[in-house]
């Protein structure tokens, strides 16, 4: 079992950069695939970004490429989120999602190959 836990979420301006980690309890994040997925407001759940166990892959919806970067750090047992350039639209609640299965360029999207998830991180972006 995997705890994951959310946080530097918080209120930023248009332009601006905020950092999300996710930091797991319970087992090594080291033969996970690792996901950031988020869901504003009377919307459904979406991919922000991958990655894969080895942080080789990464994988990145086309509305956030160019402005987030997602990385992780096995020996700190965390993943990061590192978004520049934030917009309003970009306000939503944050999770991440771990899972053992193997993804790629097609599934890495699909919420329901994820096993755990976390309790989220809320984001919002003035305009």
């Known amino acids: 079992q995997v705890q994951l836990v959310e946080s530097g979420g918080g209120l930023v301006q248009a332009g601006g950069s905020l950092r999300l980690s996710c930091a797991a309890s319970?087992?090594?994040?080291?033969?996970?695939?690792m996901g950031w997925f988020r869901q504003a407001p009377g919307k459904e759940r979406e991919i922000v970004a991958a990655i894969s166990v080895g942080g080789v892959r990464r994988y990145y919806a086309d509305s956030v490429k160019d402005r987030f970067t997602i990385s992780r750090d096995n020996a700190k047992n965390t993943v990061y989120l590192q978004m520049n350039s934030l917009k309003p639209e970009d306000t939503a609640v944050y999770y991440c999602?771990?899972?053992?299965?193997?993804?790629?360029?097609?599934?890495?999207?699909?919420?329901?190959?994820?096993?755990?998830w976390g309790q989220g991180t809320q984001v919002t972006v003035s305009s």
């Open positions: 999602a771990a899972t053992m299965k193997s993804l790629n360029s097609a599934t890495y999207s699909r919420l329901q190959l994820y096993d755990y």
């Open positions: 319970g087992r090594t994040l080291s033969s996970y695939v």
